[in-house]
């Protein structure tokens, strides 16, 4: 910070040849004058001092019978007066100036964090329908109106942010992935809850209702599991009349899903050579500009693709990057899998299944799962057990009891 300040105000380089240098330098402290980088070179003394303590010496070397050389201007203010002349210089500083501010007007960065269920290309690709795009102008954006547009577009986003900071849009999101459901405001109309799927009750929690089954029963689907109709008695325990409310309660239902899956015993290897040359590329807005890629049209290859953004803070994205492509050779080889290998790699697509299962809060208690493996093609099925919470709401008659 200090050699920004320096800089910005202008110091000078200087010699000092005096008889009594200490009595100079004696007279410069006590007028608290700052001298820096000061060493003895050939009897003489060198130092570095601002431009506006340089013109308070003038007093001090007649006192001390010293005097000043000076060996160099450093600074904004000298390099300013030297190129005063140069007024492409200054009109070009001008615009660059006025083309930054212009640029710090518009977005041209959208970062999105915390989606893990939609990705950052299906989220922007939304925004891109909606307008708000690379480029859009601050002042078009509603922050609060575009959070809301993602919540309601996207049903398993539990919440969302919507800043500016800069010329970068930042959203961060939560998803609903850990079971979290967010609270609704409960029906007024009267509901019942039924069984979506054939099974068997596991367990079942009433808040609101009246449950019409017990753990251990069989259902099949559409059967009523907690009906919002509940009877009125008497004190002979005689039914009165009927209380309506939506019902509500925790149930899962132990259910059988058929498991399948299967691939080809032969399969493609790749094998990739050495890496090709970097040819770099500029890209402004969405126009790239780049130096001739040579592909060789006996080698397949890929190509790898490095992007990188001029930034002048950590948020003032401009709409310029730099970049490299270079191709990636390789050839292609024809495998099969051993026995053991098909089996290793069979078990292991079951165990990702059962971990998307558990992320989706669906447990599974049993399992009855078999791989079959032939010259062409290896196959696992079976049934596994799950507990799940397979229930609907359902329409709740209301019935109105006649006196006698």
Excluded at 11 to 26: A, G, K, T, W
Excluded at 117 to 142: C, M
Excluded at 149 to 157: G, P, V
Excluded at 181 to 200: H, R, T
Aim: proline share 3%; with cysteine.
């Amino acid at each position: 910070m200090n050699r920004l300040i320096r800089y910005l105000k202008g110091y000078v380089h200087v010699r000092l040849v005096s008889s009594d240098p200490e009595r100079f330098l004696n007279l410069c402290a006590h007028n608290h004058i700052l001298l820096w980088r000061l060493f003895s070179r050939d009897g003489a003394y060198e130092m570095y001092l601002s431009a506006a303590d340089f013109f308070r010496l003038h007093s001090l070397c007649r006192k001390s019978g010293s005097k000043i050389r000076v060996l160099g201007k450093y600074g904004l203010p000298f390099f300013l007066f030297r190129n005063r002349k140069r007024k492409a210089f200054f009109a070009g500083s001008f615009l660059c100036l006025c083309l930054l501010f212009v640029l710090s007007l518009f977005i041209w960065n959208i970062h999105v964090s915390g989606n893990y269920a939609n990705s950052t290309g299906v989220i922007l690709s939304f925004l891109e329908k909606q307008g708000i795009t690379h480029g859009i102008r601050k002042s078009q954006l509603d922050c609060s109106e575009l959070a809301a547009m993602l919540r309601e577009e996207f049903e398993n986003i539990t919440w969302v942010s919507a800043k500016i900071e800069g010329t970068q849009l930042i959203l961060e999101i939560k998803e609903n992935v850990d079971g979290y459901v967010a609270m609704e405001e409960p029906s007024e109309e009267p509901s019942s809850l039924a069984a979506s799927k054939d099974g068997i009750v596991y367990s079942i929690i009433t808040r609101a209702g009246t449950p019409m089954t017990l753990p251990g029963t069989p259902c099949k689907k559409g059967d009523i599991l907690v009906s919002g109709e509940i009877p009125v008695k008497n004190d002979s325990q005689e039914v009165v009349g009927y209380h309506y409310v939506s019902a509500d309660a925790d149930i899962l239902i132990e259910t059988v899903w058929y498991y399948y899956e299967e691939f080809p015993m032969s399969y493609e290897e790749r094998t990739y050579q050495e890496k090709g040359a970097r040819f770099p590329f500029l890209q402004i807005g969405d126009m790239r500009l780049e130096s001739f890629l040579p592909w060789e049209q006996e080698r397949i290859s890929d190509e790898e693709t490095q992007l990188w953004n001029i930034r002048l803070t950590e948020n003032f994205v401009l709409p310029v990057s730099v970049g490299y492509r270079r191709k990636l050779p390789y050839t292609i080889q024809e495998k099969t899998y051993s026995h053991k290998e098909a089996q290793t790699l069979a078990e292991r697509h079951f165990e990702q299944y059962q971990e998307k299962l558990e992320k989706e809060q669906v447990q599974v208690v049993d399992r009855s799962v078999v791989t079959e493996i032939t010259d062409s093609v290896c196959k696992t099925k079976g049934t596994i057990t799950v507990l799940e919470e397979a229930v609907q709401s359902a329409d709740c008659t209301q019935r109105v009891i006649e006196p006698q």
